[in-house]
Structure formats: structure tokens, C-alpha cells
């Protein structure tokens, strides 16, 4: 190779270029047959390369290309400390998340167990309240059986007092009879002794009459007070269904407000549930932009990283032309790979 040796001026051809004819003329800076990608020649190549260059801002010179190419590591390793902060900031929303879930799950169930409560002492309620009028009921028929008892005792009363007035009348009858016996002893001796007899007969009938009125007054007596207790048990029965009445008036006011509060809770809930839904769709966004930021991030770090290899290999082939040839054109990218870059740039 000698230092007259000139070269196609793309970076990635570099083929060695015919002398001029014997009759001189401009010397060649491209290859005039070889063709590209699409059928482009290496002085459309060169074009795209310089265009790419120019709308990374870049020179064509390899200083301020490997200047350039430091410039964009740097942006990339300024992404870094975004992107870690956007992912810790992810993980605390998503733990916020199950957070509130948590919360809105035990709010439910302690809803529930109050709601079961609630219906547990309403049974309660209902059950003794049924006990208890059942004792009521039984309590009237008592007092009903009693008021009838009390009844025929007056009336068996009544009927002995008015065996006992016609005793009594009779012993009057008698009496008189033996007075006028005594007046007529001697001449109705049979009718005083008759009448003696009836005395008698009339004397054990008024006691009988006594026996049987004494035995009828305390069977009202007896009858009475068993009215009285069956009244008191009625009215003590009356003030226990009153105050069982009113708990369960009062046990179905705390169902009430219970169904309310689990109301309340549900649509608590449910309002908890769709902010949960949108944060959510928030965390999918972020975490969207956070693997996008990261791929990117990535991407740009492999195409800097592939852009140094190259830069070196093109330095290393600038210092090999600079030792073989008076003026070594410069290093340059392919003009996809320049393109490629300044899109992901640009994004």
C-alpha cells in the first residue's frame, strides 16, 4: 500500500479507489458500482451519514463525535435517579393499595358479625315477647275461671243465707208454736211434741244452713283471692310484655341504625372499591412508564455502548489511515445506525 492510495469516502466502504485515466481528470471520492441497503451507491450512504450527523448536532470529526457520544451517557445517567425514584414511588402506591383493601375487607366483616348480632337479639326479642303473651293469654283465662268461681261461690252464699232466713222463720214458727203449747199443754200434748220435734228438725237445719253459708264464705274468700293473684300475675305479665315490647322496639331501632351504618359501610366501600379500581389503573400507567423509561433506558445505554465500540474501531482505523495515508478520511456511522440514534434521541 502506498501513500498515493486513495479510498471510497464512506466510512463503512473504504475500498481502495481507481487512479484517474491516462488522460488525468478529478480523482473519485466514492465507489461508482457498489451498492447499499435499497440499492443506494456509497455517496448516498455518505449523504444519509452527514444528514444523521447533523441532526444529532454532532461534527463529523471524531472528537466531537466521542464528546457528543460522553453527553449522551451522561443524559442517560441522569435517567437513572428518575427512573429508581418513579419505581420506589410505584412500590409505596402499591402498598398503599393493599393497604386499603385490607381496611375495606375487615370493615365489611365487621359489618357483617353487627348485622347477625343484631338479628340473633331480635329472634331474642320476638321469642320472649311471644312467651310472655302467651302467659297473658294464659293469665285472662285464669282470672276468667276465677271470676266464675267467685261467682257460683255468691251464688251457693245467696242460696244458703236463704236457707238460713227460712230456718230462721221456721224456728220463729216454732217457737210461737211452743208458746202457744205451753199456754195449751194439757189439751195438745201430741202437737207440743211434734213441735219439739220440729224445733229440732229446724235447729239442726239452721246449723246445717250456718255450716253451709261459713263453708260457701270461705269459698268466696278463697275464690276472691285467687282472683286477686290472678290479677296481679296479669298485671305483673302486662308490665313484663310492655318492657319486652319496648326492647324489641328498641332492638329493632338498633337493627335500623345497624342497616344504616352496614349501608353506609357498603357504599364506603363501594366508593373505596372504585378508588381502588382508578389508582390502580394509575399504578398500570405508572408501572407502563416505568418499564417503557427503563427499556428506553436500556436501549439507549446498548446503542451508547455500541456507538463507543464503533467510535473506538473508527478511532483505531482513522490512526491506521493516518499512518498509511496523507489524508485518511474521517470515521463515520452507518447512516441507519445515526438515524436509529437520533430518534432515540429525539423520543
Known amino acids: 500500500m502506498t501513500d498515493t492510495v486513495v479510498r471510497c469516502g464512506y466510512s463503512r466502504c473504504r475500498a481502495e479507489l481507481p487512479p484517474p485515466g491516462p488522460q488525468g481528470g478529478r480523482p473519485r471520492s466514492f465507489c461508482r458500482d457498489t451498492r447499499w441497503e435499497q440499492g443506494r451507491t456509497c455517496a448516498q450512504m455518505a449523504r444519509a451519514e452527514r444528514e444523521a450527523l447533523g441532526a444529532l448536532g454532532l461534527d463529523t470529526g471524531t472528537g466531537a463525535f466521542a464528546l457528543d457520544a460522553d453527553r449522551l451517557r451522561e443524559h442517560v445517567g441522569a435517567l437513572a435517579g428518575p427512573v429508581a425514584e418513579l419505581s420506589g414511588a410505584l412500590t409505596a402506591v402499591l402498598d398503599r393499595l393493599d393497604e386499603i383493601e385490607r381496611d375495606a375487607l375487615a370493615a365489611t366483616e365487621s359489618a357483617r358479625a353487627g348485622a347477625a348480632e343484631s338479628d340473633a337479639a331480635r329472634r331474642q326479642a320476638d321469642t320472649a315477647r311471644e312467651t310472655a303473651e302467651r302467659r297473658a293469654r294464659e293469665a285472662d ?173 473508527l478511532a483505531a482505523e482513522r490512526d491506521r489511515l493516518r499512518a498509511t495515508a496523507p489524508e485518511p478520511g474521517p470515521a463515520r456511522m452507518h447512516p441507519d445506525d445515526l438515524a436509529a440514534l437520533a430518534a432515540a434521541v429525539r423520543g
Do not use: P
Open 141 to 313: 283465662r285464669a282470672a276468667t275461671e276465677a271470676r266464675q268461681e267467685r261467682a257460683e261461690a255468691v251464688t251457693r252464699a245467696e242460696e244458703a243465707a236463704a236457707t238460713a232466713l227460712a230456718a230462721t222463720e221456721a224456728l220463729g214458727a216454732a217457737r210461737q208454736q211452743a208458746a202457744d203449747a205451753v199456754a195449751a199443754r194439757d189439751a195438745a200434748v201430741a202437737d207440743a211434741r211434734e213441735a219439739r220435734d220440729t224445733a229440732a228438725t229446724a235447729t239442726r237445719d239452721r246449723e246445717a244452713a250456718v255450716l253451709t253459708a261459713r263453708t260457701a264464705e270461705h269459698e268466696r274468700d278463697a275464690a276472691l283471692a285467687r282472683a286477686d293473684a290472678a290479677t296481679r300475675d296479669r298485671d305483673r305479665l302486662d308490665a313484663d310484655l310492655t318492657a319486652l315490647r319496648a326492647d324489641h322496639a328498641a332492638v329493632v331501632a338498633d337493627r335500623a341504625g345497624l342497616v344504616e351504618t352496614v349501608v353506609e359501610q357498603r357504599s364506603r366501600l363501594a366508593a373505596q372499591h372504585d378508588l381502588l379500581t382508578e389508582a390502580r389503573a394509575v399504578a398500570e400507567g405508572l408501572r407502563a412508564q416505568h418499564e417503557n423509561a427503563r427499556t428506553a433506558a436500556e436501549e439507549l445505554t446498548r446503542r451508547l455502548d455500541d456507538t463507543r465500540r464503533e467510535r473506538d474501531g
